[in-house]
């Protein structure tokens, strides 16, 4: 009996994420789609509620696009591109370790690349530091980060400069913004906020928190896979989910 591999497929149109679908119900039919993404925030979330073995990834989405999700998924889980024809990341596929599908999907295409991921699955996913690396220069200029959030508080609006921001929460509809001088709630996602922010500063290290790396103190392994972190001058202990425990290693 064939071992069922779990999948993540994100395409931000509905007619060929759906054709890809139906594509790999033939190609891989124990295959098994955990998730489906409309745009690569929502992708990058499912990836972290499921971790499936392999991803098929729409490299042109809104919010994240298919190669940033990819650079966070970072190796743990076997990509595969979907592009469309006369894409510039086409040449760099072409070149390099990564397979790709074309858009609209060929059957006879999808199953050789199907059959070159299944022979991979007992292995590492491959190292494509260097080719998302180059994917990711190649594409347009993403907007400069956020600097201010408005939190409505009661009657008033509420100004927010994210510098001075200690911690995001996901917190059921809303996202608990944690700040010295207080907290705010704001309707936009964490997923969506994650896409604003800039990365170096702000770290994910759960699912549902986004930590000001500046405002870290330490962080504490309590037992085998399970890790917290302090802030400077406050009570709270964040967890760390095993997806970026590797944030916090010695040097």
């Known amino acids: 009996m064939n ?3 779990t999948a993540l497929v994100a395409d ?11 594509a790999l119900q033939t190609a891989w039919p124990e295959l098994d789609v955990k998730a489906r993404a409309v745009n690569g925030a929502d992708a990058w979330d499912a990836y972290l509620e499921h971790e499936p073995q ?6 042109r989405m809104p919010g994240l696009s298919g190669i940033e999700v990819a650079q966070r998924i970072a190796g743990r889980a076997h990509v595969v591109f979907v592009t469309a024809h006369g894409d510039h990341a086409l040449d760099a596929f072409n070149t390099g370790a990564v397979d790709y599908v074309l858009k609209p999907v060929d059957g006879m295409r ?3 690349a199907v059959q070159r991921v299944r022979a991979r699955l007992n292995q590492a996913p491959p190292d494509l530091a260097r080719l998302l690396q180059q994917l990711g220069a190649q594409q347009a200029r993403r907007p400069a980060p956020l600097e201010v959030i408005q939190a ?7 100004l927010i400069r994210v510098e001075e921001v200690l911690y995001f929460e996901s917190d059921t509809r809303y996202t608990r913004v944690v700040h010295a001088d207080g907290d705010a709630l704001i309707r936009t996602p964490l997923k969506e906020l994650l896409t604003q922010l800039d990365t170096e500063r702000f770290w994910q290290i759960h699912r549902s928190v986004v930590v000001n790396q500046r405002c ?6 309590i ?4 890790m917290v972190i302090t802030l400077r001058g406050r009570d709270e202990r964040l967890p760390v ?3 970026f425990q590797g944030l916090f290693r010695a040097q």
């Open 54 to 59: 392999v991803c098929f990834l729409d490299v």
């Open 12 to 22: 931000d149109e509905e007619a060929p994420r759906e054709q890809l679908l139906l």
């Open 3 to 5: 071992e069922t591999v």
């Open 216 to 221: 870290i103190a330490s962080a504490l392994r």
């Open 223 to 226: 037992d085998e896979g399970s």
């Open 152 to 158: 409505g508080v009661g009657r008033e609006v509420r």
């Open 110 to 112: 999808l199953a050789q």
């Open 241 to 243: 989910s095993r997806h």
